[in-house]
Structure formats: C-alpha cells, structure tokens
C-alpha cells in the first residue's frame, strides 16, 4: 500500500531541495568551467543563464508537482496517457545516474578514509589508478577495485538507509543535519584556503576577464549547462520533492531561496579551490595552468598532491574536504534516488521501504560494474552519453509537454498564490519559446559533440543504454497493478 508522503515543515523541503541541488559538481566543476570560458567573463552569462533557465523552470517545476500532488510517472500519463513512456524514459535515464553517482562517492569514501594518514603516498596519480579509478586499458574490465567495490557497497548502504524510512524521518533529517554540517566545514575550508601564501594568485587566475569570450557561443552553453546540472533541473527531483509539499506552501520564494543558496555554495566553493591551487603554485613555483584539471582529476590527484606539501594542517583540511563532498553527494543521492522510487512505489503499489530495498538491491548490483579495473573511464563515458543526449532532451520535452499539452495558465494562480515574487506573462513566454529553442540548440551541440568523439567502445556502451531504457520503459508503461 502507497503511504501519502508530505514535508513536516518548509525547512524540510529547502534544505532537501538544497541538498539536491548542491553536488560533487558544485565543488569540483564550477570553478574549472568559471576558468575555461573566459574567467570573470563568465558570470554575466551565468547571472543570465540563472534568470532565463534556472528560476523559471524550477518554478515550473515545483508548480507541476504541487499543483497534481502525484508521481512523475502520473502526472505525464494524466496529461496524456502516451505520454507515461517518456516518464519512464527519464527515470531510467536518471536512475542511471544515481547508478554510478554513489560509484563516485565510493572514491571519495577510499580517498576520506585514506586521508588521515596520507597513505595515497607521493605517486597520487598512481594511487588513483591502481586503489580507486582503474584505467581506460578494457583488458582490466574482468577485475574488480576492491577498495572501490566496498566503497560503492557501503554508499548503497547508506542511501537504502535514508531512503527507505519515512519521508521526514530519512531524507528530511538527514538534510536537516548534513546541509548546515557541509556548509560550515566549506566556510571554513574556504576561508583558511584564502589565507594560505600564494592564494591571491588563485583567485586572480579565476576571476582574470575575457571580455572576447562574451561574443563566443561555447561560453553561453558553459553557463547554461552548468544551471541546468547544477540545480538538477528536469529531472524529476524537484517536482517530486514539490508534491509533497502541504497546502498553502509558498513556491516561488522558495526556488529563489534554493537557486540562492546553489549558486552562492558553488561560487563561494570556487575562491577556496583556486586559492589552495595559488598555494601550490606559489609553493612550488608550477605555473597555475599546468594544475588546473576538471573534475576527478582536480580533487582526487591534484589536491592530494597539495595536502602532501601543507605539513599537519593538511591532515586537517584533507579530511573535512573529503567529508564536505561525501555530504553533498549523499544528500544529492537520495534526491535522485526519489523519482524512480516514487514512481515505482504508486506504479506498483507497493510500500516505501519495498520499493526504496528492491531497487536499492538492483543499483547496487548494476554498479559493480563501474567498479571493475576502468572504473572512471566508465563513469565517464556513461555520464557524458545520459546527461548531453538522454537527460537534456528529455528536459527539452518536458519543457514541452508542461507548457503546450498542459494549460500552463491555469498554474500560475497556483504559484502565485502564496508567494511575494509573482510570475506572469513573462514568465510564461519564457518557458514557453524561449527555454525549448535554448534546450534543443543545447542538446543538437551537445550530441554533436558526443557522437562526434566516440569510438567503438563508446558505441556500444551508448547502444547498450538505449536498448535497455527503451526495453524496461515499455514494460514498466505496460505493467498494470490494478
């Protein structure tokens, strides 16, 4: 039996919803993608891209799942009973995800356990392939990382944990209490990282201005991408967390309050990054860009590598550092664990801690796969196909659907009932025309891109997905729990 899940309070919802929008990608992209499409250029296409993208379609968002209080799956098959296999489509999509997200969280956990004595040793490099990510050699896809193997284990743990109590109980909590424990420990990292010898030179590198860039194409998809990811937008999280919510809830406040406190973390975040960057720079005398990397290769070998030149005060900030993403990761976890769950609890009828244990046991199996000996060129190659081709057009039909096959007009009382910003005209003809033409000019770039570099292995992999989430999205529309 499907129990009525709501928000106890509306800080539950924020700080849940905070906790969904502020991920590993608000610690370890934001600053490389501020550096590489113009430096301090960059936020007159970003501040645009959150006014056009980000605020009004979490508006939306939050108004679809507020205003039809049903899961992902529903609220497309009420609007048009077709429609219920795109639903499914983009929860797989997004389930995906989460599939290898708590894969990268288990690197995080080796690297967090490995912190307090260093044991990743002077070779960081080395200690990444052989201990945690593997390599791109397919040979070694027969063998598993142990150490990533048990992290991964232990990660499905803890989001089955969370996810499978009560609402308020589980994710409520847990975001009531690790929020506020991950932004204070990046206030302080952040702070100490802007006192360290050299930081200046980081953070000049930064924010150092291309106004050339403005005119350049590339820099506005940067920026649009990163609001899109960032805010986890269109994918199912914001308006299940928003049909929970009770009546006479205030929307529209609430997702400046969120998209406020995303942008202000990930900016805040970036200054800490290119300040212990300028520290190792300054220490070393390496020139900046030959330490700047993306992602993976910025936390887990570089800032070791930095944490081993710090003396003792590295064995303190290494560990928070570690602990603040394993925080953000987890909350963004359980938060894109909830559509599926949703979805499949009222689609099959079944109870919260059924579903939450049966697909747990599912994830966690699909993910040893991305523990074996090319871990991180997995994770990769799959997160580049899910987000730039299935992720991103599924939001542009979303887009779509909510503004063409449902009456949109009929939501804005809604939203605006309870809220001091209001929404109108304007609103509407930005979700409207302008957000799909941007979405699928975004996605066309984006396949292009992606179909462009891939190789044989790539193709398989990409093949492979598609198969199996257009197999399993036609029998989840066909079942019938009645």
């Not at 392939?129 to 791109?136: A, D, E, L, W």
């Not at 973390?265 to 212990?276: K, L, N, P, Q, R």
């Not at 939203?415 to 910003?421: C, H, L, M, Q, T």
Request: hydrophobic letters at 55%.
């Amino acid at each position: 039996m499907v129990e009525k899940n709501q928000w106890d309070s509306r800080l539950s919802f924020l700080f849940a919803m905070i906790g969904a929008a502020v991920g590993l990608g608000n610690i370890w992209r934001f600053s490389y993608v501020v550096y590489s499409n113009g430096g301090g250029t960059f936020f007159i296409p970003y501040l645009i891209a959150i006014a056009v993208l980000g605020i009004p379609f979490l508006i939306l968002e939050y108004g679809i799942g507020y205003s039809f209080r049903d899961s992902f799956s529903n609220v497309l098959k009420r609007i048009n009973p077709k429609l219920e296999f795109v639903s499914w489509t983009l929860l797989l999509f997004v389930f995906i995800v989460l599939i290898y997200y708590t894969v990268i969280l288990s690197w995080d956990l080796v690297y967090l356990s490995s912190s307090f004595t260093f044991s990743w040793g002077n070779d960081v490099a080395l200690y990444f392939v052989q201990n945690v990510g593997g390599s791109s050699n397919l040979s070694n896809l027969s063998s598993f990382i142990i150490p990533t193997t048990i992290g991964a284990l232990i990660i499905w743990f803890v989001v089955w944990f969370i996810s499978h109590r009560d609402l308020n109980d589980g994710i409520g909590k847990i975001s009531r209490m690790l929020i506020p424990a991950l932004f204070i420990m990046m206030i302080g990292i952040v702070l100490y990282a802007l006192t360290l010898p050299g930081a200046s030179i980081g953070v000049q590198t930064l924010l150092q201005p291309d106004w050339s860039k403005l005119t350049d194409i590339n820099i506005w998809l940067a920026a649009f991408s990163q609001i899109l990811f960032s805010l986890s937008m269109g994918q199912a999280i914001a308006l299940t967390y928003a049909s929970y919510l009770p009546d006479g809830s205030n929307l529209n406040d609430n997702v400046l309050l969120v998209v406020f406190a995303n942008s202000s973390f990930e900016v805040f975040t970036a200054f800490g990054m290119f300040s212990i960057l300028g520290f190792m720079s300054f220490s070393t005398g390496t020139p900046m860009v030959q330490l700047i990397s993306e992602g993976t290769g910025l936390i887990f070998v570089v800032f070791p590598m930095i944490f081993n030149i710090m003396g003792l005060v590295g064995h303190i900030i290494a560990p928070l550092l570690f602990l603040a993403i394993l925080f953000a990761g987890i909350t963004s976890a359980v938060a894109i664990f909830e559509p599926m769950m949703n979805s499949t609890e009222v689609k099959l009828k079944w109870s919260r801690k059924k579903t939450v244990t049966v697909l747990s046991i599912i994830g966690c199996i699909c993910s040893l796969i991305f523990t074996t000996g090319i871990s991180s060129y997995l994770v990769g190659v799959v997160d580049g196909f899910v987000n730039e081709f299935g992720i991103l057009f599924l939001t542009a039909i979303q887009c779509i659907i909510f503004t063409w096959m449902y009456n949109v007009d009929s939501l804005i009382p809604v939203i605006n009932e309870n809220s001091k910003f209001k929404v109108g005209s304007l609103w509407k003809i930005t979700i409207k025309y302008v957000l799909p033409f941007f979405l699928i000019g975004m996605w066309l770039i984006g396949v292009f891109n992606l179909f462009t570099d891939a190789g044989s292995f790539e193709a398989m992999v990409y093949i492979i997905i598609m198969v199996l989430v257009l197999l399993f999205s036609g029998i989840l529309t066909k079942i019938n729990a009645d």
